[in-house]
């Protein structure tokens, strides 16, 4: 019998990349995208429409299509979760409390993206170890956190099959992030093809882990297909990739475009950004179920610039 997915999010910065996959693993219609506000014109597939936080309509969905897997990744980001901080916890907890509560009924597979946002200041900066200090000065985080133990405290009460990770700062030219603190990240190529200078929003030392999104998606999909036994982690999984200042960012990019410009205006953002680490210890994940990254910074720059020059031009 054929796998019925569900995507939340379908069409943020992860969904978009996400979706396609699916779809061609197990079949266009198989593959049920949950939108929002946003719905892009040029999609192509089962769509639905709606809040995660809306109990009834989540209900709805199970009944109609009794998933088989959940990748739950709706969520307000960092900046927005500071400027609407009530709104961000009623999505974030709202809408993973019933994911997490249909899943357990009906059985289901769930995958739910936390974030580097746990971390906090009081964290160890670098290589952050998977077991550590968890205290977030971000609504966002605040929500990440929460989410996370409720998740180990469904796995280990009700048996249900979660698996997650932290995402660090995810870089891709096919859809933008929206409201995070690590979109400079993202902002500045389409600065430099475009020839315009880029205002940077933290500080050129600014140092945060990353990774290109290819990677981000092949490792939740081989996070998904891993066997229950070898997932030791129930809350979620350091992931990471490559680390690297803003300013580090900036000097690969401009061995393409010698000419870019950037000048460092740090806003609120900044406040996020120091309270995360630099660098953070995956081990776990490359233990339990293998993960390896493939794009290291040179290759990111390389990869994302030739896409992004073929869409902007
Ligand atoms: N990219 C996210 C943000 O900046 C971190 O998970 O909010």
């Given at each position: 019998?054929?796998?019925?997915?569900?995507?939340?999010?379908p069409f943020?910065?992860?969904?978009?990349?996400?979706?396609?996959k699916?779809q061609?693993?197990?079949?266009?219609?198989?593959?049920?995208?949950?939108?929002?506000?946003h719905?892009?014109?040029?999609?192509?597939?089962?769509?639905?429409?709606g809040?995660?936080?809306?109990?009834?309509?989540?209900?709805g969905?199970?009944k109609?299509y009794?998933?088989?897997?959940?990748?739950?990744?709706?969520s307000?980001?960092?900046?927005?979760?500071?400027?609407?901080?009530?709104l961000?916890?009623?999505?974030?907890?709202?809408?993973?409390?019933n994911v997490?509560?249909?899943?357990?009924?009906?059985?289901?597979?769930?995958?739910w993206?936390?974030?580097?946002a746990?971390?906090?200041?009081?964290t160890?900066?670098?290589?952050?170890?998977?077991?550590?200090?968890?205290?977030?000065?971000t609504?966002?985080g605040?929500?990440?956190v929460s989410?996370?133990?409720?998740?180990?405290y469904?796995?280990e009460?009700?048996?249900?099959d979660v698996?997650?990770?932290?995402?660090?700062?995810?870089?891709?030219?096919?859809?933008?992030?929206g409201?995070?603190?690590t979109?400079y990240?993202?902002?500045?190529?389409?600065?430099a093809?475009?020839?315009?200078?880029?205002t940077?929003?933290?500080?050129?030392?600014?140092?945060?882990?990353m990774?290109?999104m290819d990677?981000?998606?092949r490792?939740?999909?081989e996070l998904?297909?891993?066997d229950?036994?070898s997932i030791?982690?129930r809350?979620s999984?350091n992931?990471?990739?490559?680390?690297?200042k803003?300013?580090?960012l900036?000097?690969?990019?401009?061995?393409?475009?010698?000419d870019?410009?950037?000048?460092y205006?740090?806003?609120?953002?900044?406040?996020?950004?120091?309270s995360?680490?630099?660098?953070v210890?995956?081990?776990k994940?490359?233990?339990?179920?293998?993960w390896?990254h493939?794009?290291?910074?040179?290759?990111?720059?390389?990869?994302?610039?030739?896409n992004?020059e073929?869409k902007?031009?």
């Open positions: 019998m054929d796998k019925k997915i569900l995507v939340t999010g943020g910065q992860i969904g978009s990349e996400l979706v396609p699916l061609e693993r197990y079949g266009k219609e198989n593959v049920v995208a949950l939108g929002h506000r719905i892009p014109d040029d999609y192509e597939g089962v769509l639905e429409q809040g995660v936080e809306d109990k009834e309509f989540m209900e969905l199970w109609e009794d998933f088989d897997e959940v990748y739950h990744l709706a307000l980001l960092s900046a927005t979760g500071e400027k609407r901080p009530d961000a916890w009623k999505v974030n907890m709202g809408g993973l409390k997490l509560d249909l899943s357990r009924d009906h059985d289901s597979r769930v995958f993206a936390s974030s580097i746990v971390f906090g200041p009081t160890p900066l670098n290589d952050t170890p998977q077991h550590t200090i968890l205290e977030p000065v609504m966002y605040v929500t990440k989410g996370e133990l409720l998740c180990q469904y796995h009460k009700y048996d249900l698996r997650s990770l932290r995402y660090p700062g995810l870089i891709s030219w096919k859809e933008k992030p409201g995070g603190t979109d990240a993202v902002e500045m190529f389409y600065k093809i475009r020839g315009e200078k880029y940077c929003f933290v500080r050129e030392d600014t140092e945060l882990p990774m290109y990677d981000a998606v490792g939740t999909l998904m297909e891993a229950n036994e030791t982690v809350t999984y992931h990471s990739a490559l680390n690297f803003a300013g580090e900036v000097n690969e990019i401009k061995k393409h475009y010698p870019f410009k950037v000048e205006e740090p806003d609120e953002r900044q406040k996020n950004a120091d995360w680490p630099d660098s210890d995956d081990s994940a490359r233990e339990d179920w293998d390896e493939k794009y290291g910074l040179k290759k990111m720059v390389e990869v994302m610039l030739k992004l073929n902007l031009n």
